[in-house]
Structure formats: C-alpha cells, structure tokens
C-alpha cells in the first residue's frame, strides 16, 4: 500500500490531447504549471487519493521492458527530472497517436513528479500520469458591488480522478511498479492500459486470487449450465463454497480448491479445462498454487452475488446453507420454500 502524508509534488506539466480520429490536435502547453502552496495540497489528495487498491502492474514489451516507449521515457525521467517538461511533450504526442477510437475523448493530461511517496514502508519518487476527460458545472460566485450574482462555469471535479497511473520508482529492471485507476468505458481502458501504457498485471497474490475468483465464478454462472443440468439455488451454493474456501484459507491449491468446491467428477474435470481455456482468452496465467489475498478477496466477495430473481420484481438473498431453500413445483407452478428459525424487519 502507498502512504502519501509527506509526499511533495516537485513539477507538473499539463497538455491537452484530442482525439486524432476527429483532427482534434494536441495543445502543448510551453511551460510547467506554477506550483502554489494550495494547489500543491489539492493536486496531492486529488491525483494520490484514489490509488488505494493492492493491485500491482508492470510495464510490458514481448522484447522487454526497455522496448516499451512509456517505460523508457519515465525512466529517462527517474534517472533525469529536468527533463520532464521534454518527455512528457512527448508522452503526449504518443497518447494522442493511440487515441484513434472514435468514443475515446478529449481531456487535459497531466505528467507529475512526487517525491517521497511511501511503499511498503520504503520512501521513493514516482511519475504520475493523469487524464482528465469529464468536465462538471460550478457555480462561481460574482461580486458586482451592490449584488452578489451566480454564474455556472465548466471545470475539472477534484472528486473524481478519470483515468490515472502512478509509476514507482521500484523493480525498475522489471518494468516499474505501476498503480493504475481508470473510471471510465472498457474502450478507454484498452486504450490507456495496453496501447498507450502498454502494462500487464503483475502475477502476486493479488492477481492471481482476483483472476482465479473471477474465473470460478464465470465457470459456475455461465460454463456449467452449458455442461450440466444445474440449478441457481445449485449455483449459488457453488458460488457459496468457492467464496468460503478464498475466506477461510491462506494458501491456494487447485486441487484442494475443486476437491471442496464440485464433488462430481465430471464438474471438478470440466473446471481444469475450463481453466486453461479462460487463461487463454483473457490472456492471463493462473498459478495453481499461490497465497490469497485478503483485500482481492474482498474486493471480489462484491460481485458474488447470490441472488435468485423471480419473473420481475421477487429477489431471493441467500448468504447461508442453501438447505433451507428448497424448490420444487406443484399443480400451481413452480414455487421455492424457505424454511428459518427467527425473523426480523
């Protein structure tokens, strides 16, 4: 995790990149932004703030990372900061050369030097690299003498950060650490991940119990009903098991992880090739034996949702033992009986 109580921000560049598909251009601002006090403090809560996942990446090239223009360019940076104004003109260009999609829009892109940024307890600098596409409406308050009067004015909501990535000065022969944010459509993050930053998520702990629990719970909603005969109230107990094995274990193996979760056989087989086809497609690679993640656990227990939807408007919640949701069908169609102990409102 990063700590961001005494980091400085040291320079600030910003530029404006549209989009080439419409000859929206680049606007290169022709110096640094001036650094006051109060804008420093807003910067620093404003760009830092949201980074607060355990997600780690790297910046990638089937060559290396020295093959990769971004990598080189921060490094540059790291190695030189006076010559950060030149590079991040550069950064520029070479976001508005990737921004050839029709939905990818315009915004003001910001290059940052932070120094004294804590990382697991180690203080280091770090380049950050923002985008800002969205623009709120604020009312600004004139002051006409005799009258007060309001006017609505367009400008950049420090509440929400659009797109972000902050890359540590760390594992450097590796491709950096980067954090990433990105608030916005998947076009735009293919975008601004792969074709302009060009990073792979790093295989930790976090990756690998944040991909294997999106891959289990894709198999059991959406490749088991293609196999076999099996029920939501089914589905959820298997969505059950696989989130209590992730809860209640630290060390994750795959064997012992489908001999918990799918007792037949012929599911727990389906599930290994299902494994290799899902890595294959998503081009992810899921270590069969890993530590699991706390915090990737807990951020993945939100999509788990175990909830049985009747015709429009009847929802069933089950956290518990499915045993004491039993479905069934009688002369008047089919009906699901829950039994329980207490109740409350």
Known sequence: MIQIDNVSIEEAVTHFVGNKVQE????ISKSPVSLTPDLRFVMRGFLLEPFDT??????????????NYIYSLCKDIFHDRSCLYDKSVEMAKYLYDCSEHNKIKAGEFYIV???????????????GLFKSEEKDTFLKVVDLGATLNLEPEKGISTHKLDKGALVLNTKRDEGFVVKIVDNTNKTDARYWTGEFLGLESCRD????????????????????PKEFSVSKNEQITLLGKTLD???????FSVGEFTEAVFADQQVAETFSRYKEQYEAKNDVKIEDNFGISSSACSRQQ????????????????????????????????KFYKVYYEEESI
């Open 24 to 27: 929206d251009g680049v606007n």
């Open 113 to 127: 030097y932070f120094h004294d940024l804590m990382y697991n307890g180690d203080s280091m600098d770090a380049i």
């Open 302 to 333: 939100r999509v788990y949702k175990r909830v049985i939807k009747l015709d429009n408007n009847v929802r069933i919640y089950i956290s518990g033992s499915r045993d004491q949701v039993v479905q069934g069908e009688d002369e008047y169609g």
């Open 245 to 251: 094995y992730f809860k209640e274990n630290t060390e």
């Open 54 to 67: 355990e997600e780690n990446w790297h910046f990638a090239h089937e060559g290396g990372p020295s093959y």
């Open 205 to 224: 702990e976090y990756s690998n119990t944040k991909n294997c629990m999106a891959m289990a719970k894709n198999f059991v909603t959406k490749e088991l």
